[in-house]
DNA sequence: GTGAAAGCGCTAACAT
DNA sequence: ATGTTAGCGCTTTCAC
């Protein structure tokens, strides 16, 4: 889908040979302002565009990004977390003219099936990805292959560029909140654990509980799978230990939870005090019942992309990054490899 | 980011034309057995992609489609309605081989120049376009440029192709239920009425309140934008003027407007009845307050991009894309233009 | 059935 | 400052 128009076709109807459309195309310098006017006034008349292909072909660059969303995520997609991941790439991208192409390796075909698909052939430029677990073999694809990317979400490996929140803090303060409310019996719904969101929110519950000096046994760490299901299995488990508060490491889970809480006959936040995690705007309306964290997923894909277009020289990204702090939640940049914080 | 082989060094390697490969990566016939599968053999064993900006520049064909969401949706985005779409979309694109281009018209750039930016350029074979309004400027452009694409939603124009639920159908069903309850005061907060949805909702109110032989009064009709505050205010409208149910457009606006409800003192389902639209799983959380009408996303996705590949000659797309049915709500597709329903 | 050769539309190195 | 030329890696006639 594009006009016929041709740099050649141009160059003829301005006068001039194709170098010079070219050079005005791209802003070089060496044509003299009359010229160049001269150029972009049949440019507009004509509304040509420059033809993507023959020109990545020979540039070897399709100001193109990837975003890759590995494994089956539907339940992931139960919340809104990739649409405003989504809207914050998206935003980068259009600042920087680039394009976004997105992959979720859900269909019938495997990963390494649609690995292969869409980094080879060249389509990408770089590639920003989300959710990925400890380890996984994607990470070290691109690594291996040399693929400029950045990660969204926490990756304990030297050579890996990401973006992401204090999830240890977060989850710190939110079960620091309910200690401070009197609570001592406090449980917690785990995201996945091998999955680094769920570890670090553990170990912020953990920190918490420890600092409050509250023994934490296992019977008050169940395991969850952001699924709104796994978090009514993991209430009934908690209810049945005696739990007066609980941590969810979703609002999915959280929303799972209160159903079961209600269920038994019980109020909350009176008789069990709940705190889900997520930026769900939805969550606000279970109000008073749920407390929730907010994360600035939107800026943390903001802030993705940006880090990617800046690994690809994108001319003047200027300023890095800005390390941003929103709410309770604040971010974690690497910004270059190293040189964690 | 691609390996740098090439056509001819795979020939090299098997000792046989560029030509010959070429025809073994095609398909094509006039290869013998062997060859082909010496062929096969080096490409397997190399990782040989063929470059996609190389074979597009000839083929004028890039196995790319872009997925066009106009506007600043931000509203549109408190809800998983575009992560079931695009998860729908990319079911079908993996399916058949293609890549998916998102493009946000959200960002500093005007539709305009998004636009050009993505449809010129020739990235995109079609595309499939989510939520516009009526005699949207956007479709306007895509007709006259000749650019197959798809809108998820109705489009009263002969020359578009579109799937759509039966918003009209389901909303019928949902003001009914209320009135088999008993309601004969049945308020309804729109979404915007320039919006097919929003529109066909409100008609498929007036159609059930007819049917029952209940009044409606412009009192009774409040407009909304989709969003959580415009259903709060819709609901302290509605409430004013005495309303014991309501029908909401959208399950965001439900949930603003089950708030407002709350806030007065009143009971859900018991003073107000309350039912919302939308396949937001999360609702589910709500009841017994909220009923919803479930929409099957994620189909019209994969459905829309089934309609969109056929348009592209996708060689055997085999089957039309079926005419699929799901819990109270239909879908309706518009195969070839003009064989409506 | 297979190979040779001509481009697709563009950029970039080299002349002028 | 501008034009000429040689490809980028692939598909596709057209010979053989």
Redesign the pocket.
């Known amino acids: 889908v594009s006009s ?8 003829k109807r301005a ?9 005005v ?2 802003d ?9 006017e001269r150029v972009w006034q049949i440019i507009r008349e004509t509304g ?8 990545s ?4 660059r399709t100001r193109i990004v990837g975003v890759i969303i590995p494994e089956a995520v539907t339940t992931l997609f139960t919340d809104p977390f990739f649409s405003h991941l989504l809207s914050g790439i998206t935003r980068t991208c259009n600042a920087h003219g680039y394009h976004l192409m997105l992959s979720l390796f859900n269909g019938p075909v495997g990963p390494e099936e649609m690995y292969r698909r869409v980094v080879g052939g ?1 389509h990408l430029d770089g590639v920003v990805v989300a959710s990925t677990r400890f380890e996984d073999p994607l990470i070290e694809h691109l690594l291996e292959d040399d693929v400029p990317f950045v990660l969204v979400g926490r990756y304990p490996e030297e050579r890996v560029r990401y973006v992401d929140i204090d999830n240890v803090g977060a989850a710190r303060i939110a079960v620091d909140h309910l200690a401070r409310l009197g609570h001592s019996r406090i449980g917690t719904i785990t995201g996945p654990l091998n999955v680094c969101s769920g570890a670090d929110r553990l170990e912020g519950y953990r920190q918490a509980m420890e600092a409050h000096r509250l023994p934490v046994s296992d019977s008050l760490i169940v395991e969850g799978d952001f699924s709104e299901e796994s978090g009514m299995a993991a209430a009934r488990r908690l209810l049945s230990v005696g739990v007066t508060a609980i941590f969810a490491a979703s609002d999915i889970m959280a929303v799972g939870a209160l159903k079961v809480i209600r269920e038994a006959g019980l109020r909350v936040p009176q008789d069990v005090a709940l705190v889900g995690f997520d930026d769900m705007p939805i969550a606000a309306a279970l109000q008073p019942a749920l407390t929730t964290v907010r994360q600035p997923v939107e800026q943390m894909g903001a802030m993705a992309a940006d880090l990617l277009l800046g690994l690809l020289d994108c001319p003047p990204v200027g300023r890095p990054p800005p390390q941003v702090l929103i709410l309770p939640t604040k971010l974690i940049v690497r910004e270059s490899c190293g040189a964690l914080q």
């Open positions: 016929s128009l041709t740099l050649e076709e141009i160059a006068g001039v040979s194709r170098s010079t459309v070219s050079r195309i791209n070089q310098p060496n044509v003299r302002a009359p010229v160049r040509y565009q420059p033809h993507a292909a023959a020109r072909l020979v540039t070897r060249g």
